[in-house]
Protein backbone atom coordinates (compact mmCIF):
# COMPACT_ATOMS: atom_id res chain seq x y z
CA UNK A 1 0.00 0.00 0.00
CA UNK A 2 1.69 3.41 -1.22
CA UNK A 3 2.80 5.97 1.89
CA UNK A 4 0.41 8.80 1.39
CA UNK A 5 1.81 12.36 1.38
CA UNK A 6 0.85 14.69 3.78
CA UNK A 7 1.56 17.58 2.15
CA UNK A 8 3.79 18.83 -1.26
CA UNK A 9 5.47 21.94 -2.15
CA UNK A 10 4.31 24.36 -4.98
CA UNK A 11 7.51 23.42 -7.27
CA UNK A 12 7.00 19.53 -6.84
CA UNK A 13 5.94 17.91 -9.97
CA UNK A 14 2.88 15.16 -9.37
CA UNK A 15 2.27 13.81 -12.44
CA UNK A 16 5.47 12.15 -14.48
CA UNK A 17 8.94 12.69 -13.69
CA UNK A 18 12.34 10.73 -13.12
CA UNK A 19 15.68 10.71 -10.86
CA UNK A 20 18.06 9.24 -7.88
CA UNK A 21 18.61 9.57 -4.23
CA UNK A 22 20.95 12.41 -4.66
CA UNK A 23 21.61 12.38 -0.46
CA UNK A 24 20.33 11.17 2.77
CA UNK A 25 20.58 12.67 6.39
CA UNK A 26 18.62 12.06 9.73
CA UNK A 27 16.07 14.46 8.84
CA UNK A 28 15.72 14.81 5.05
CA UNK A 29 16.21 12.71 1.53
CA UNK A 30 17.06 14.50 -1.47
CA UNK A 31 15.63 13.42 -4.59
CA UNK A 32 17.52 14.68 -8.16
CA UNK A 33 15.12 15.27 -10.88
CA UNK A 34 16.92 16.81 -14.09
CA UNK A 35 20.01 19.01 -14.37
CA UNK A 36 19.13 21.14 -11.06
CA UNK A 37 15.93 20.40 -9.25
CA UNK A 38 16.16 18.65 -5.68
CA UNK A 39 12.87 17.54 -4.11
CA UNK A 40 13.35 16.55 -0.59
CA UNK A 41 11.28 14.09 1.62
CA UNK A 42 10.62 15.53 5.14
CA UNK A 43 9.28 13.98 8.50
CA UNK A 44 6.05 15.82 9.59
CA UNK A 45 7.73 17.63 12.35
CA UNK A 46 9.49 19.43 9.39
CA UNK A 47 8.21 22.48 8.32
CA UNK A 48 7.06 22.91 4.18
CA UNK A 49 9.51 23.53 1.59
CA UNK A 50 8.69 24.63 -2.06
CA UNK A 51 10.54 21.30 -3.56
CA UNK A 52 9.32 19.12 0.01
CA UNK A 53 7.15 16.28 -0.04
CA UNK A 54 6.13 15.63 3.76
CA UNK A 55 5.10 12.22 5.27
CA UNK A 56 4.29 11.59 8.63
CA UNK A 57 7.32 9.84 10.73
CA UNK A 58 6.77 6.45 10.41
CA UNK A 59 6.93 6.49 6.58
CA UNK A 60 9.18 8.87 6.21
CA UNK A 61 11.69 6.94 8.35
CA UNK A 62 10.69 3.32 6.44
CA UNK A 63 11.62 4.84 3.19
CA UNK A 64 14.80 6.59 4.68
CA UNK A 65 15.98 3.23 6.37
CA UNK A 66 15.21 1.27 2.55
CA UNK A 67 16.98 3.50 0.15
CA UNK A 68 20.77 4.35 -0.66
CA UNK A 69 21.77 7.11 -2.52
CA UNK A 70 22.17 6.60 -6.30
CA UNK A 71 18.87 4.73 -6.55
CA UNK A 72 16.42 5.34 -9.11
CA UNK A 73 12.69 7.05 -8.69
CA UNK A 74 10.34 7.60 -10.76
CA UNK A 75 7.04 9.31 -10.72
CA UNK A 76 4.02 7.97 -13.18
CA UNK A 77 1.04 8.82 -12.71
CA UNK A 78 0.96 10.62 -9.07
CA UNK A 79 2.38 7.25 -7.65
CA UNK A 80 6.29 8.00 -6.86
CA UNK A 81 8.29 4.77 -6.28
CA UNK A 82 11.71 3.51 -5.30
CA UNK A 83 12.41 0.66 -7.49
CA UNK A 84 9.31 -1.21 -6.98
CA UNK A 85 5.56 -1.23 -5.80
CA UNK A 86 6.41 -1.89 -2.06
CA UNK A 87 7.93 1.20 -1.69
CA UNK A 88 5.38 4.16 -2.96
CA UNK A 89 4.63 7.64 -1.72
CA UNK A 90 1.21 8.70 -3.19
CA UNK A 91 1.24 12.00 -4.72
CA UNK A 92 -2.86 12.02 -5.88
CA UNK A 93 -4.75 13.43 -2.79
CA UNK A 94 -2.16 15.71 -1.64
CA UNK A 95 -2.72 19.15 -0.04
CA UNK A 96 -0.39 21.18 -2.19
CA UNK A 97 1.21 23.59 -0.33
CA UNK A 98 1.91 27.65 -1.16
CA UNK A 99 2.16 30.91 0.45
CA UNK A 100 2.29 33.57 -2.29
CA UNK A 101 4.65 36.26 -0.82
CA UNK A 102 3.68 38.74 -3.57
CA UNK A 103 0.11 38.74 -2.13
CA UNK A 104 1.62 39.92 0.75
CA UNK A 105 1.79 43.96 -0.03
CA UNK A 106 4.19 44.31 3.47
CA UNK A 107 4.03 48.24 3.74
CA UNK A 108 6.69 49.58 6.19
CA UNK A 109 4.92 52.70 5.79
CA UNK A 110 2.33 52.14 8.18
CA UNK A 111 3.16 52.81 11.64
CA UNK A 112 1.75 48.79 12.78
CA UNK A 113 3.67 47.56 10.39
CA UNK A 114 7.09 48.66 11.14
CA UNK A 115 6.20 48.22 14.84
CA UNK A 116 5.71 44.50 13.61
CA UNK A 117 9.41 44.32 11.96
CA UNK A 118 10.36 46.11 15.02
CA UNK A 119 9.29 43.30 17.46
CA UNK A 120 10.75 40.36 15.22
CA UNK A 121 13.68 42.02 15.01
CA UNK A 122 14.01 42.45 18.25
CA UNK A 123 13.35 38.46 18.75
CA UNK A 124 16.16 38.06 16.15
CA UNK A 125 18.84 40.40 18.37
CA UNK A 126 17.92 38.19 21.46
CA UNK A 127 18.24 34.60 20.19
CA UNK A 128 21.17 34.85 17.41
CA UNK A 129 23.69 32.56 17.45
CA UNK A 130 27.49 33.05 18.00
CA UNK A 131 27.98 31.70 14.36
CA UNK A 132 26.96 32.94 10.91
CA UNK A 133 26.12 36.18 9.35
CA UNK A 134 24.05 37.39 12.48
CA UNK A 135 27.25 37.98 14.42
CA UNK A 136 27.39 41.37 12.29
CA UNK A 137 24.87 42.84 14.43
CA UNK A 138 26.40 44.70 16.91
CA UNK A 139 29.41 42.56 16.91
CA UNK A 140 32.86 44.15 18.29
CA UNK A 141 35.98 43.96 16.35
CA UNK A 142 37.85 40.45 17.64
CA UNK A 143 41.51 41.26 18.54
CA UNK A 144 44.47 39.40 18.01
CA UNK A 145 44.64 37.49 21.14
CA UNK A 146 41.64 35.64 20.89
CA UNK A 147 41.20 32.32 20.17
CA UNK A 148 40.91 31.09 16.25
CA UNK A 149 37.19 30.28 16.19
CA UNK A 150 36.07 33.54 16.81
CA UNK A 151 38.56 35.15 14.62
CA UNK A 152 36.48 33.19 11.73
CA UNK A 153 33.08 34.03 13.06
CA UNK A 154 34.38 37.92 12.86
CA UNK A 155 35.35 37.81 9.83
CA UNK A 156 32.33 35.93 8.42
CA UNK A 157 30.29 38.50 10.02
CA UNK A 158 32.73 41.51 8.56
CA UNK A 159 32.61 40.01 4.91
CA UNK A 160 28.51 39.62 5.25
CA UNK A 161 28.15 42.95 6.45
CA UNK A 162 30.29 44.82 4.20
CA UNK A 163 28.04 42.87 1.02
CA UNK A 164 25.27 43.50 2.99
CA UNK A 165 25.45 47.46 3.26
CA UNK A 166 26.46 47.29 -0.78
CA UNK A 167 23.45 45.09 -1.32
CA UNK A 168 20.65 47.49 0.67
CA UNK A 169 21.74 50.43 -1.13
CA UNK A 170 22.38 48.52 -4.63
CA UNK A 171 18.29 47.46 -3.76
CA UNK A 172 17.14 51.10 -2.37
CA UNK A 173 18.48 52.56 -6.06
CA UNK A 174 17.65 49.41 -8.07
CA UNK A 175 21.31 49.59 -9.01
CA UNK A 176 21.45 46.05 -10.37
CA UNK A 177 25.37 46.50 -10.71
CA UNK A 178 25.88 46.89 -7.19
CA UNK A 179 23.30 44.21 -5.83
CA UNK A 180 25.36 42.00 -8.30
CA UNK A 181 28.77 43.24 -6.62
CA UNK A 182 27.13 41.74 -3.38
CA UNK A 183 26.01 39.09 -4.11
CA UNK A 184 28.98 37.79 -5.53
CA UNK A 185 30.59 37.90 -2.66
CA UNK A 186 27.94 36.63 -0.34
CA UNK A 187 26.87 33.30 -2.59
CA UNK A 188 28.25 30.36 -0.91
CA UNK A 189 29.85 32.59 2.13
CA UNK A 190 30.15 30.24 5.21
CA UNK A 191 30.19 26.44 6.40
CA UNK A 192 27.51 24.35 6.06
CA UNK A 193 24.88 22.75 3.66
CA UNK A 194 23.24 25.67 3.55
CA UNK A 195 26.08 28.29 3.69
CA UNK A 196 25.11 31.32 5.95
CA UNK A 197 25.50 34.21 2.47
CA UNK A 198 23.18 32.10 0.55
CA UNK A 199 20.53 31.51 3.46
CA UNK A 200 20.62 34.85 3.76
CA UNK A 201 19.76 35.42 0.23
CA UNK A 202 16.76 33.50 0.15
CA UNK A 203 15.54 35.31 3.43
CA UNK A 204 16.44 38.66 1.40
CA UNK A 205 14.65 37.62 -1.52
CA UNK A 206 11.49 36.65 0.18
CA UNK A 207 11.85 40.11 2.18
CA UNK A 208 11.49 41.87 -1.54
CA UNK A 209 9.10 39.68 -2.45
CA UNK A 210 6.69 41.16 0.25
CA UNK A 211 7.67 44.39 0.10
CA UNK A 212 7.13 45.06 -3.93
CA UNK A 213 4.03 45.66 -3.84
CA UNK A 214 2.74 47.14 -7.55
CA UNK A 215 6.03 48.83 -8.23
CA UNK A 216 6.71 47.80 -12.04
CA UNK A 217 10.41 49.26 -11.20
CA UNK A 218 10.66 46.92 -8.48
CA UNK A 219 9.86 43.99 -10.27
CA UNK A 220 11.70 44.27 -13.14
CA UNK A 221 14.93 44.56 -10.82
CA UNK A 222 13.86 41.37 -9.05
CA UNK A 223 13.09 40.01 -12.23
CA UNK A 224 16.40 40.74 -13.67
CA UNK A 225 18.20 39.74 -10.39
CA UNK A 226 16.78 36.56 -10.33
CA UNK A 227 17.81 35.51 -13.85
CA UNK A 228 21.35 36.66 -12.60
CA UNK A 229 20.86 34.49 -9.35
CA UNK A 230 19.87 31.25 -11.17
CA UNK A 231 23.40 30.99 -13.02
CA UNK A 232 25.00 32.32 -10.06
CA UNK A 233 24.02 29.63 -7.79
CA UNK A 234 26.16 27.20 -9.73
CA UNK A 235 29.09 28.66 -7.35
CA UNK A 236 27.89 27.09 -3.81
CA UNK A 237 26.28 23.22 -3.45
CA UNK A 238 23.19 21.66 -4.92
CA UNK A 239 21.82 21.67 -2.05
CA UNK A 240 21.44 25.38 -1.09
CA UNK A 241 21.40 26.25 -5.12
CA UNK A 242 18.28 24.79 -5.14
CA UNK A 243 16.56 27.00 -2.10
CA UNK A 244 18.43 30.28 -4.41
CA UNK A 245 15.98 28.88 -7.64
CA UNK A 246 12.92 28.79 -5.30
CA UNK A 247 13.85 31.95 -3.65
CA UNK A 248 14.19 33.64 -7.28
CA UNK A 249 10.66 32.60 -7.78
CA UNK A 250 9.31 33.94 -4.56
CA UNK A 251 9.31 30.59 -2.77
CA UNK A 252 10.26 29.67 0.52
CA UNK A 253 10.58 27.29 2.83
CA UNK A 254 7.68 27.31 5.42
CA UNK A 255 8.91 29.50 8.56
CA UNK A 256 10.26 32.10 6.71
CA UNK A 257 7.19 32.31 4.79
CA UNK A 258 4.77 32.26 8.16
CA UNK A 259 6.91 35.07 9.58
CA UNK A 260 6.48 37.30 6.66
CA UNK A 261 2.79 36.88 6.38
CA UNK A 262 2.98 37.74 9.91
CA UNK A 263 4.63 40.87 9.45
CA UNK A 264 1.98 41.85 7.03
CA UNK A 265 -0.93 40.85 8.93
CA UNK A 266 -0.64 40.47 12.47
CA UNK A 267 -1.88 43.25 14.74
CA UNK A 268 -0.62 41.54 17.92
CA UNK A 269 2.73 41.47 18.42
CA UNK A 270 3.21 37.57 20.29
CA UNK A 271 2.40 36.23 17.28
CA UNK A 272 5.23 37.95 15.42
CA UNK A 273 7.50 36.98 18.31
CA UNK A 274 6.09 33.24 17.85
CA UNK A 275 7.02 33.54 14.37
CA UNK A 276 10.31 34.95 14.56
CA UNK A 277 11.39 32.38 17.20
CA UNK A 278 10.14 29.25 14.88
CA UNK A 279 12.20 30.79 11.99
CA UNK A 280 15.38 31.38 13.89
CA UNK A 281 14.98 27.71 15.30
CA UNK A 282 15.63 26.32 11.85
CA UNK A 283 19.55 24.27 11.73
CA UNK A 284 22.09 25.49 13.50
CA UNK A 285 22.64 29.24 11.31
CA UNK A 286 19.87 28.83 8.83
CA UNK A 287 17.43 30.41 10.62
CA UNK A 288 19.27 32.84 12.57
CA UNK A 289 20.64 33.85 8.51
CA UNK A 290 17.41 33.69 7.33
CA UNK A 291 15.45 36.08 9.27
CA UNK A 292 18.05 38.45 8.86
CA UNK A 293 18.34 38.56 5.43
CA UNK A 294 14.27 38.45 5.39
CA UNK A 295 13.98 41.57 8.10
CA UNK A 296 16.51 43.83 6.15
CA UNK A 297 15.14 42.51 2.64
CA UNK A 298 11.77 44.07 3.99
CA UNK A 299 13.65 47.75 5.02
CA UNK A 300 14.79 47.12 1.34
CA UNK A 301 12.51 49.87 0.06
CA UNK A 302 11.68 51.54 3.21
CA UNK A 303 13.66 54.75 3.15
CA UNK A 304 12.41 56.03 6.70
CA UNK A 305 13.83 52.83 8.27
CA UNK A 306 17.63 53.20 8.14
CA UNK A 307 20.11 50.24 9.39
CA UNK A 308 22.77 52.42 11.24
CA UNK A 309 19.53 53.67 13.37
CA UNK A 310 18.47 50.27 13.44
CA UNK A 311 21.30 48.82 14.82
CA UNK A 312 24.58 51.24 15.49
CA UNK A 313 26.70 48.18 16.54
CA UNK A 314 26.36 47.16 12.99
CA UNK A 315 29.40 45.84 11.76
CA UNK A 316 30.56 46.10 8.42
Not at 2 to 19: D, H, I, Q
Not at 82 to 89: K, Q
Not at 221 to 237: I, M, V
Not at 265 to 280: N, V
Amino acid sequence: MPFPALSVGVEVPTRCFSGTVHSLFSGACNLGIGLDTLLTLLPSEKGNVPCGIRLDDDSFHTILDRVRAGQPVACRSGLLRFGGPDLTIDLRRTNRWHLDLTSLQLDLRRLDRRHAWTAAWTELITHRCSDGLSVMIGTRATTAGEASAPVIRATLGQRGGQAVVVLLDGTATLRLDHAVTAIQSMIGLGPGLTPSGDDFLVGYLAGLWSTAGDDLARWRFLTTLGSWLSAAAANTNAISGAYLHSAVRGNVSEPIAILARQLACARDPEPIRAATRAALSVGHTSGTDGVLGLLLGCIAWAPEMKLHDLCPGFHA
